[in-house]
């Protein structure tokens, strides 16, 4: 079967036009391509838009901002369900572009977890088990901010939304026919929540994954330096580890030089680094030291009690998941169960929320 060319629109006038036909469609499969080599956030290339008939990408290189405005906005339309497969990163620049995401929305790499067809299953894998397509996947390293794109790189971003209109009709109905319809929108609510896809810098510190190893004192100073890095990041649209690296955060924050030259003498930081941000971070160190606030930081170990009724909880879960045909980790991921086991019913966890409660959480919490 030979494939029309994929239509790129480029004009504000051709977006409007778009935009019309696309308000009067019940769903539209959405996805991006994006950019994030040098940049703290994604760059923007593609949008790419299906509505079951058209498969349409938007040159968001020659619309940045301000002009895509009518379909974000569009996007926000409460009677057309906004389809999406594995949606975190492209919900991610909507929130950056409007500070909100589209909605009501379908994931289907989710549904496809409810339904047991895999978890976290790629867009490629699922097109190939649900229509027996083998999809070209030649293209992936594309570099979709160079102009002109050519017909094959517009064909592959297009396929992208093309299958999903044939994808989504028939998950929705299985979720349907086996009363977990439900199930999907609840996650998909959560997905869709903006406050995922922010970074406030004041906790930029649960990103260190080895801060319970360091003192006290230098995990506050440690604290103290990812919320700078945070900040100094998102300020200049460059990468965390091109600010400073994660261990010069653990070095800095356990030596905490008290001046220029015992910061110089750590031989931490290149030229060009220490002559950007050497004041800077003697500052954030020395302020740190002032601060005695605990970090909410990893809880002490399981005792043998413990991790023995852990097993048993995890044993459950997975029996229970294989009852249900979903992975055991859709129903709760390892530290969910701990979190459980430590807290009870007072657990801050999606297991004791919603479907996931029904489905499994009451019965863990009996065992507790």
Wanted: proline residues 7%; aromatic residues 6%.
């Amino acid at each position: 079967m030979t494939i029309p060319p994929t239509p790129l629109l480029t004009t504000p006038e051709q977006l409007a036009a778009a935009c019309d036909n696309w308000r009067k469609a019940p769903w539209l499969a959405l996805d991006t391509e994006f950019l994030r080599e040098d940049t703290y956030y994604p760059k923007l290339c593609l949008i790419q838009v299906g509505d079951g008939s058209d498969n349409i990408c938007i040159d968001a290189v020659a619309l940045p901002g301000e002009a895509l405005r009518p379909l974000l906005d569009m996007l926000q339309a409460a009677d057309s369900t906004k389809v999406f497969h594995a949606a975190s990163q492209d919900l991610e620049i909507f929130v950056q572009l409007q500070g909100r995401t589209p909605q009501p929305l379908f994931d289907s790499q989710v549904a496809a977890a409810l339904l047991g067809y895999g978890d976290q299953l790629g867009y490629a894998a699922l097109v190939e088990k649900l229509l027996g397509i083998k999809l070209d996947k030649s293209l992936t390293r594309t570099d979709w901010s160079r102009r002109p794109l050519n017909a094959a790189e517009l064909a592959y971003a297009a396929d992208d939304v093309r299958y999903l209109g044939e994808i989504y009709p028939r998950l929705r109905q299985e979720l349907v026919d086996r009363g977990r319809l439900h199930w999907l929108e609840e996650d998909c609510l959560r997905l869709a929540d903006p406050a995922r896809y922010r970074n406030p810098p004041e906790a930029a510190w649960r990103r260190l994954k080895g801060l319970a190893r360091l003192a006290p004192p230098a995990q506050g100073a440690a604290a103290a330096l990812a919320a700078w890095r945070e900040r100094v990041a998102q300020e200049r649209n460059r990468p965390r580890k091109w600010i400073v690296d994660d261990d010069v955060v653990y070095r800095l924050a356990e030596r905490r030089p008290a001046d220029r030259a015992q910061l110089e003498g750590l031989q931490l930081l290149p030229p060009k680094t220490l002559e950007r941000h050497a004041d800077a971070l003697l500052q954030v160190v020395a302020a740190a030291a002032g601060d005695s606030a605990p970090l909410a930081l990893e809880e002490a170990p399981l005792d043998d009690a413990q991790k023995s009724r852990l097993k048993q909880l995890l044993e459950r879960l997975r029996t229970l998941g294989e009852t249900l045909g979903v992975p055991p980790s859709l129903l709760a991921p390892r530290g969910d169960v701990e979190t459980l086991l430590r807290h009870g019913g007072a657990a801050e966890v999606p297991l004791l929320r919603g479907w996931r409660r029904e489905a499994a959480g009451e019965e863990l919490l009996r065992m507790l």
